[in-house]
């Protein structure tokens, strides 16, 4: 009974501590987006005196902020899309496949293998390929993403495949199913999981992610919002309040979008485990 009670004591706290961990940056962000330059200098860490919402006025008044946040969304949904039609297919092919077909199983490694490639290797190539075939702008971004995305998520969807049993499928072919049926019907709502942890992982590095617009985006108004963002940076001094205020603004629709996909993510389990 002690050690049942300390054993539980022990992930509490471990819970607790996380959830400190996971909060503070929220808070400071919050706190600090309220605050004058001033008072954030005087007490970072405080409550503010009185809270102001001239950072956020500021921020949605600059002429560069809706254009930004409209790239992000542009860049994000279709990306995201990319990724919800692509990979299942391409997944469902190669798992299905792999064991017969020495193409599939050599195309399954090569797309494995560019895991492994850090991106600092890849950047000089990146930026001499996007220039020579002249779309150095927000679509050429969105293959971009589409091609880095392509290794892990097949890796991850091929390995969710495997562990699925053919039983249904075979007897879909057996009454007369052809293989877009079967992948429409049986296999996409068993996938839907897998899909929505990609989209997630996925959808938090497009929308967030800075080096890669960074070198890609040459035009002003191409430009997302984690580069809006650096604007604030001068060379002697940085506005952190409206760092912070840009910050928070640009962190609601991601929130949103997890908490709809993580309802999608217990569903899909759930009737993954009843077509199972």
Do not use: H
């Not at 022990?10 to 605050?35: N, R």
């Amino acid at each position: 009974m002690i050690k049942k009670r300390a054993k539980t004591f022990i992930i509490y706290l471990i819970l607790i501590t996380g959830l400190f961990i996971i909060a503070i940056p929220f808070y400071l962000s919050l706190v600090s987006s309220v605050k004058t330059q001033a008072e954030l200098s005087r007490n970072f860490f405080g409550l503010p005196i009185k809270a102001t919402f001239e950072n956020y006025i500021t921020i949605i008044n600059k002429g560069d902020f809706i254009p930004a946040l409209t790239n992000s969304f542009i860049i994000t949904i279709v990306s995201l899309t990319g990724f919800a039609v692509l990979l299942p297919m391409a997944s469902y092919s190669i798992s299905r496949r792999m064991g017969t077909s020495k193409i599939y199983t050599v195309l399954y490694y090569y797309m494995l293998a560019s895991i492994f490639i850090p991106f600092q290797v890849k950047m000089i190539p990146i930026v001499k390929l996007m220039n020579s075939l002249n779309i150095a702008n927000r679509w050429g971004l969105i293959l971009l993403y589409l091609a880095g995305s392509t290794g892990e998520g097949i890796f991850l969807m091929t390995g969710y495949l495997s562990t699925i049993p053919t039983d249904m499928e075979e007897a879909a072919y057996i009454d007369g199913a052809n293989t877009w049926q079967v992948f429409t019907q049986i296999v996409s709502p068993v996938m839907r999981p897998i899909v929505a942890t990609v989209l997630i992982k996925n959808c938090l590095w497009v929308w967030n992610d800075f080096m890669m617009p960074s070198m890609v985006l040459r035009v002003r108004e191409d430009r997302t919002l984690p580069l809006f963002q650096y604007a604030f940076q001068g060379e002697y001094a940085t506005n952190y309040p409206l760092v912070f205020a840009a910050f928070v603004m640009a962190m609601i629709p991601i929130m949103i979008f997890y908490c709809i996909m993580q309802k999608n993510i217990i569903e899909g389990m759930m009737s993954g485990a009843v077509k199972g």
